[in-house]
């Protein structure tokens, strides 16, 4: 695994948007599942909350985020847009790549990423 490098957090009042950006260029093979995990508080476990395939984009989201923010994949960038933000949405964000392999799913594939980054910190507040 290579550690990702995250970008594009900041703080911003609730109802704003974001989008954070992450270097996927040593995860170009077409079965990498990509995705999105945030701690929202130290010692929390890391949740997800996106993902995407990268050999069709099939994407999937977590309820406490479906319908506002969006994953996409650009080449070697993985993005997620962030829209409506909510204070609760308040997190360290951080990305994952694995390769799905025989996994059933993309989530339950980057599951497995363990080489974390320093991930990119959101904070919505007024």
């Known amino acids: 695994e290579v550690q990702l490098v995250e970008s594009g957090g900041g703080l911003v009042q609730p109802g704003g948007s974001l989008r954070l950006s992450c270097d996927v260029s040593d995860y170009t093979k077409i079965d990498y599942c990509m995705g999105w995990f945030r701690r929202q508080a130290p010692g929390e476990e890391r949740e997800e909350i996106a993902?995407?395939?990268?050999?069709?984009?099939t994407a999937s989201y977590a309820d406490a985020v479906q319908g506002r923010f969006t994953i996409s994949l650009d080449g070697n960038r993985l993005y997620l847009q962030l829209n409506g933000l909510k204070p609760e949405d308040t997190a360290m964000y951080y990305c994952?790549?694995?390769?799905?392999?025989?996994?059933?799913?993309?989530?339950?594939?980057?599951?497995?990423?363990?080489?974390w980054g320093q991930g990119t910190q959101v904070t919505v507040s007024p």
């Open positions: 994952a790549a694995a390769y799905k392999g025989v996994w059933p799913t993309c989530r339950s594939a980057v599951a497995t990423f363990r080489n």
């Open positions: 993902d995407i395939y990268r050999r069709d984009g």
